[in-house]
């Protein structure tokens, strides 16, 4: 266990950021993803172009399969496309090294997956606080930062709790405080609430769009929750390897009903 000090330590306080629609602070033009199958060529992506504007909470459904979380590795720098270019905060991720990539992911984006993967022999604040670890902060400084975003999440009574003490919904909202721990520009989640009841799964949306708008995010969640993307400033549907409006389909062009 991490012990803190009593010393006044540096408080994370720079304003919120606010909303920017304007340049999109994602761009992907002519993306293509490509494995090599005992069977041959598999081809996930061919031709898809995608464009974020800065504050754009979008929501991306399509069946499973599709290939929704490979695009959202790719944004993330955890994956390399094909072919196409991919721009994401003024980056070429598509170009970076692995350390680079390491070192963007740390410093722009944040993630949240459908499974928190909390680290269970540390406490809540200790998870939250391990972006900033990773980064070279002091622990206290981490932990301070740290404590601040549990008190966001309504979770200061829970900072000593170890993520088997935690119900699900508590340990989604530690996950969201450790993705946005750094100050990250983007929010990529991935089935942030696949896992959770009906109503867990509305509260900690309500809390994804909640620090969405004070934090001036620019936020992508893959979903499969028609009432969760219909909340969203645009839905997309990931169909025979693009991304289209949803309720147009991108074989025919036929519109196809709203979530």
Same mark, same amino acid.
């Not at 330590?9 to 293509?32: F, G, K, M, T, Y």
């Not at 829970?158 to 946005?180: C, D, I, W, Y």
């Given at each position: 266990?991490?012990?803190?000090?009593?010393?006044?330590?540096?408080?994370? *306080?720079?304003?919120?950021?606010?909303?920017?629609?304007?340049?999109?602070?994602?761009?992907?033009?002519?993306?293509?993803?490509?494995?090599?199958?005992?069977?041959?060529?598999?081809?996930?992506?061919?031709?898809?172009?995608?464009?974020?504007?800065?504050?754009?909470?979008?929501?991306?459904?399509?069946?499973?399969?599709?290939?929704? *979380?490979?695009?959202?590795?790719?944004?993330?720098?955890?994956?390399?496309?094909?072919?196409?270019?991919?721009?994401? &905060?003024?980056?070429?991720?598509?170009?970076?090294?692995?350390?680079?990539?390491?070192?963007?992911?740390?410093?722009?984006?944040?993630?949240?997956?459908?499974?928190?993967?909390?680290?269970?022999?540390?406490?809540?604040?200790?998870?939250?606080?391990?972006?900033?670890?990773?980064?070279?902060?002091?622990?206290?400084?981490?932990?301070?930062?740290? &404590?601040?975003?549990?008190?966001?999440?309504?979770?200061?009574?829970?900072?000593?709790?170890?993520?088997?003490?935690?119900?699900?919904?508590?340990?989604?909202?530690?996950?969201?405080?450790?993705?946005?721990?750094?100050?990250?520009?983007?929010?990529?989640?991935?089935?942030?609430?696949?896992?959770?009841?009906?109503?867990?799964?509305?509260?900690?949306?309500?809390?994804?769009?909640?620090?969405?708008?004070?934090?001036?995010?620019?936020?992508?969640?893959?979903?499969?929750?028609?009432?969760?993307?219909?909340?969203?400033?645009?839905?997309?549907?990931?169909?025979?390897?693009?991304?289209?409006?949803?309720?147009?389909?991108?074989?025919?062009?036929?519109?196809?009903?709203?979530?």
């Amino acid at each position: 266990m991490i012990q803190t000090t009593s010393a006044a330590v540096p408080q994370d *306080s720079r304003p919120a950021r606010e909303p920017e629609l304007r340049a999109p602070i994602i761009q992907v033009h002519n993306l293509e993803k490509t494995y090599q199958t005992v069977h041959g060529t598999l081809t996930l992506f061919h031709g898809l172009d995608l464009d974020v504007r800065s504050g754009e909470l979008v929501a991306i459904m399509g069946q499973s399969g599709a290939g929704k *979380s490979t695009l959202l590795h790719i944004l993330g720098a955890l994956d390399a496309p094909t072919q196409g270019t991919v721009h994401c &905060a003024s980056t070429n991720v598509a170009t970076l090294s692995q350390r680079e990539a390491a070192a963007f992911r740390n410093r722009e984006i944040g993630y949240v997956w459908q499974f928190h993967y909390l680290l269970p022999e540390f406490s809540a604040l200790e998870n939250v606080a391990m972006p900033l670890l990773a980064r070279g902060q002091t622990r206290r400084e981490a932990l301070a930062v740290a &404590a601040n975003w549990l008190r966001e999440v309504d979770l200061e009574d829970r900072s000593e709790h170890r993520p088997g003490e935690l119900s699900g919904g508590e340990q989604q909202r530690v996950a969201l405080a450790r993705a946005l721990v750094a100050s990250p520009r983007l929010l990529l989640a991935d089935e942030p609430t696949g896992d959770l009841d009906e109503t867990t799964a509305g509260r900690v949306f309500d809390l994804l769009e909640r620090l969405h708008l004070s934090h001036g995010l620019t936020s992508i969640v893959v979903t499969h929750n028609p009432d969760l993307a219909a909340r969203c400033s645009r839905t997309l549907r990931l169909e025979r390897g693009r991304l289209v409006p949803w309720g147009q389909s991108s074989h025919s062009g036929i519109t196809t009903g709203t979530p």
